[in-house]
């Protein structure tokens, strides 16, 4: 996104990654949105951004290359349809903002979402909290990089369960 105010802000880019429940990849999806100049302009500024430099720009590069948010929405209805079926739990960290977003701009997929969701920010949590374990995941602070960094982020946490830990 441009920036975290789904009010303002906009989809950049979108990335699906289907999975089963051992969290192995079946098949991906990415798409990138285009999104106004002038918005980008706008919001894509301050600290975060300028931490972020290399995501910004490429972000910005590949915006001149990017389809309508209907013509995205659509690609991933027809992804959820070929490997979901009628409906789809949505996962990540900090998930509940990508579903903000989800729900302005492509109010299609946000139909097929559950309302159930798989954060594994709250994953995070607990186990930084409770357990003082921690997991590393690259900031890169893109799409799909940030979805392989959260299965395997899950995967990290699930071991402690699965092998009594």
Same mark, same amino acid.
């Given at each position: 996104?441009?920036?975290?105010?789904?009010e303002?802000?906009?989809?950049? @880019?979108v990335? =699906? %990654?289907?999975?089963?429940?051992? *969290?192995?990849?079946?098949?991906?999806?990415?798409? %990138?949105?285009?999104?106004?100049?002038? *918005?980008?302009?706008? !919001?894509? =500024?301050?600290?975060?951004?300028? #931490?972020?430099?290399?995501?910004?720009?490429?972000?910005?590069?590949?915006?001149?290359?990017?389809?309508? =948010?209907? /013509?995205?929405?659509? /690609?991933? *209805?027809?992804?959820?349809?070929?490997?979901? $079926?009628?409906? =789809?739990?949505?996962?990540?960290?900090?998930?509940?903002?990508? !579903?903000?977003?989800?729900? &302005? @701009?492509m109010?299609?997929?946000? @139909?097929?979402?559950?309302? !159930?969701?798989?954060?594994?920010?709250?994953?995070?949590?607990?186990?930084?909290?409770?357990?003082?374990?921690?997991?590393? #995941?690259?900031? *890169?602070? !893109?799409?799909?990089?940030?979805?392989? $960094?959260?299965?395997?982020?899950?995967?990290?946490?699930?071991?402690?369960? #699965?092998?009594? &830990?």
């Open positions: 996104m441009t920036g975290l105010e789904p303002k802000d906009r989809i950049l @880019e990335a =699906v %990654i289907a999975t089963g429940w051992d *969290l192995e990849p079946i098949a991906k999806y990415e798409g %990138i949105v285009k999104v106004d100049d002038k *918005l980008i302009e706008e !919001r894509m =500024v301050g600290e975060f951004w300028e #931490k972020n430099k290399e995501s910004h720009d490429s972000l910005v590069s590949q915006n001149k290359n990017g389809k309508t =948010v209907e /013509e995205i929405q659509k /690609e991933v *209805l027809d992804f959820i349809k070929e490997y979901f $079926g009628d409906e =789809v739990i949505l996962a990540g960290n900090s998930i509940h903002q990508d !579903r903000k977003f989800i729900d &302005r @701009e109010p299609k997929v946000s @139909e097929k979402l559950h309302y !159930r969701m798989l954060d594994v920010s709250a994953w995070k949590i607990y186990f930084e909290g409770a357990l003082g374990k921690k997991f590393a #995941k690259p900031d *890169l602070h !893109r799409a799909m990089s940030d979805i392989n $960094g959260s299965i395997e982020e899950l995967k990290y946490y699930l071991g402690f369960i #699965k092998n009594g &830990r």
